[in-house]
C-alpha cells in the first residue's frame, strides 16, 4: 500500500510542479491558437467565473459528464477532492464532504450536504440517487455554506444546472450497450416553439443485469444474476421570455426506477458471535455453504428491490430591474421508495449451526446461549417524502463596488414511512432453540422551515474585495412514532403505542471573506464560514422515551485559505485551499444496550466533536494542442475529540483520536487525454482516468474488519468524431485491473460482523451519440 501511495503522490506532484514549470521556466511561447475554457458557475446565486469566487468548488461540465459516463453521485466523488459516496442500498445514500456525513435515514433525519436541481432542494435522501442526464454542469461546494444555502449545509453543497432550451434546435440520441447486459438509452430535442417561447424533453433510460450471481444450492435464486434493474428519468422544460427584462421558466422532471438489491458479503469478525460455540465465523459459513471468496457470489436467500417513483414541478421567475433581478422559485416535490433487502449475506436456518474443529458445519448446537443476535435479517419499508418549497431573492447588478444578494426561504417537508424487519427463523438464541420474530416501526415527520438571509461583497480597491453573510433560519419539527411486533418473542424491537412529539431549533449562519487579485489571473483569498445540520427525533427507535427524546444541531465552522491561478498564456490552472473545521455537537447514531437483560436499541444523540485539517488541490494543464493534463489531490486529517462510546455490558467507550467516518487520508484522481486531429477532419480522442482512495474507517471505533481498504481504479476511452462533429462512437473500460474494492461497510452486534457492499467488477462496452 506504501507503494501505491507512494506512486500516486509521486504522479500528483509531477503534475503540480510541471504546471508550475511552463509558468515560469518556458520562455513565452504565445500561443492564443487554444487556452483551458472558462468556467462560469452560480455558487453565490448569480453568474460568476469560477476562478474569481473565493471558495473551493468543483465544476464537471455537462461535456465531460458524458464523455466519462458519469452518472451518479459515486462517479461526481471519485472526481471531486474530499467527497465520498456510499450507499446500504439504492435508496440510502451516504455523501460526505471533508469527513462530514450523515448515517442516520430515519423520517426525521437530516443531511450534511445539501442536493440541489436548478435552485430546488431534495429534503428526502432517497431521492438524492438519481440519474445524472441532460445537465449543463454539476458543481460541488466544499465546506459549510449556511449563508446562501442554509440548514443541512454543514459539509457542502451539490448543485445540479440542466440545459436551458434557446433559440438553437439541438437534438441528440444516445446509446450504450456494455456486458452484464447493460443497454443504455438517452435523447434530448430542445429549441423554439413560438416566438419568445422555448421547450425541451429529455429522458434517460438504463438497463443492466446485475453483478452478483446467486449459488445458494436449494435456493429458489439458484444461478440467478441479481442486482440489476432498470431506470427510468424523463424531464420537460418551457422558458418563456414574454420581455426582454421577465422570464418565466417552467420544468417538470421524475424518475420510474425498479432495481435489485446490492449483495452484502460477509468480510470479518472479531470474536465469537454467541456464547454457545455456534457458528463464531461468518467467513467460515460463508465458504461452507458455497459463498467463496467472491463478492459476487451471493448467498441471499430474499431477492431485494429497491422501486423509486419520483415526480417534480418548479417555476423560476426571474425580473429585471435598474437595480438588479428579483427572481422567485416555487417548487413541488413527492418521491416514494419501497424496498426490500437482505441485510447480511447469511441465509436462514443453515448459519448458525455449531462448527467442528475443522472449521466446518456440523451437528446443531445443544449448549445454551445467554446472548447472541441472529444475523438473518430482511429489511423492507416505505417511504413518502412531499416537500413544498418557495424562494424570493433579490440580487443587485455587478455595476458598482457593492454587490449583494437578500432572501428568503421556506419550506415544509411531510415523510411517512413504515419499515419491517423480518427474523424468518432466528431472533434470539435462547436455549439452542431458534425463535422467529417479525417487527414494524411506523414514523412519520413534518418539518416547517423559515429563513431569511443576506450576502454581500465591497471592493475596496481594484485588487482587494471584502465579502460577508449572514443567515437565520428556524425549524419546527412534528413527529409520531410506533413499534408493533407482529410475532416472536419480541427482545429486539418493543412494542410501544403510538406517541408524538415536537421541538423547535434556531441558527444563525455566518460568513466573513477576503480576496485578494495578485495578478490580472491569479488570486489569494482567506474565509470563515459556518454551517449547520437539523435536529431530529431517532428513527426505529425501540422505545418510545427515546422516540420521542429530540438531538438538537449540529454546528461547524471553517477556516480556509485558499489560491486560485491560471498561468502560461490561460494553458494552466492551478487551484488549491487548505482549511481548519471545529466540528461540534455531532449526531452519532448508536447502539445503546444498558444491560446483560436488555437487547437494547439504536438511537441518535448529540455525542462528539471533531476537529478536520486538510489541504485540497485542483489542476489542468494544456501540455501540447492536443495533449491535456488534470487532476485533483486531498488531504484529509479529521479526527474525535470527544467522543463517548455505547455504553452497556462491559462498559462504555472512548472514541476520542480516533478517524472520523468516511474520511481517508489521501485521495488522488488524475486524468491524461489525447486529441488526434485527422486527415479528412475527423478525430480521435483517447483518455484514461486514474483514481486512488487510502484506507477509510466506516466505525467511530475504527475497528479493523469495519474498513475500507485503499483501492486504486483505472478506466480508458477511446473515441471517433465526425468531421461535422455530429457523430460520435467510443468504446471504454472501467475498471481495467479488475480490482475488487468496498463501497460500503457496516458492522452488527457491537461491532463482531461486518458486512461490506463492492463496486462494480471490470466492465466494458461501447456508446454512440448523434447530435443535430
Known sequence: MKARLYVTTSLLTLGMISASAVAYGAEDENDDTFTIEEITVTAQKRAENLQQIPLAITAISGDLLREDDITNLQDIGNRTPGMTFAAFSPGQPEIAIRGIGTKEDGASASDSVVVSVDDVYIAARTAQVFDIFDLERVEVLRGPQGTLYGKNSIGGSINFVTTKPGEDTEIRFRQTVGDYGRFDTAGLISGKIAENLFGKVSFSRRKFDGYYKNVL????????????????????????????????????????????????????????????????????????????????????????????????????????????????????????????????????????????????????????????????????????????????????????DLNWVVGAFYSREETDRTENYYFPSIGLIIDGANVGSDMSSIQSNRSDTFAVYADGSYAVSDDLTLRAGIRYSTEKKDMTAAAVVHSGIGLLLKDFAEVSASDRWSNVSWRVVADYQVTEDSMIYASVSTGFKSGGFTGSASSAAQATKPFNLEKATNFEVGVKSQFWDNRARFNVAAFYTDYTDLQVTRFFQPGVDDFGQFITENAGKAEIKGVEAEFTVLVTEGLEWGGSYAYLDAEYTEYAGSPGVGGAADFSGNVMRQAPEHSVYMYGKYTLELEDGSSLVAKVNYRYQSLSYYDPNNNDITTIPAYDLWDARIAWNSPDGRWELAGWVKNISNEEYRTHVFSQRGSRIAFALFGAPRTYGLTGTFTF
Open 217 to 400: 444450492v436449494g435456493s429458489d435464486l439458484f444461478g440467478k444474476q441479481l442486482g440489476g434493474g432498470t431506470t427510468f428519468a424523463y424531464r420537460g422544460m418551457l422558458r418563456w421570455t414574454p420581455s426582454e427584462d421577465l422570464e418565466l421558466i417552467f420544468s417538470a422532471d421524475g424518475a420510474d426506477d425498479r432495481m435489485g438489491d446490492s449483495n452484502r458479503e460477509p468480510v470479518g469478525s472479531t470474536g465469537p458471535l454467541h456464547d454457545c460455540g455456534c457458528a463464531s465465523d461468518p467467513i467460515a459459513v460463508n465458504n461452507a455453504l458455497g459463498g467463496g471468496t467472491s463478492p459476487f457470489d451471493s448467498l441471499n436467500d430474499v431477492e431485494g428491490y429497491t422501486d423509486r417513483d419520483v415526480e417534480g414541478y418548479s417555476l423560476k421567475v426571474n425580473w429585471d430591474q435598474a437595480w438588479g433581478t428579483f427572481t422567485s422559485i416555487s417548487a413541488y416535490r413527492k418521491s416514494t421508495f419501497d424496498w426490500l433487502e437482505d441485510s447480511e449475506g447469511l441465509p436462514p436456518s443453515k448459519t448458525f449451526v455449531a462448527f467442528n474443529a475443522p472449521g466446518g458445519p456440523g451437528p446443531a448446537f445443544t449448549a445454551p446461549a445467554t446472548e447472541g443476535f441472529a444475523f438473518d435479517v430482511s429489511d423492507a419499508a416505505i417511504e413518502t417524502t412531499k416537500q413544498l418549497t418557495q424562494e424570493f431573492r433579490a440580487t443587485s447588478s455587478t455595476d458598482g
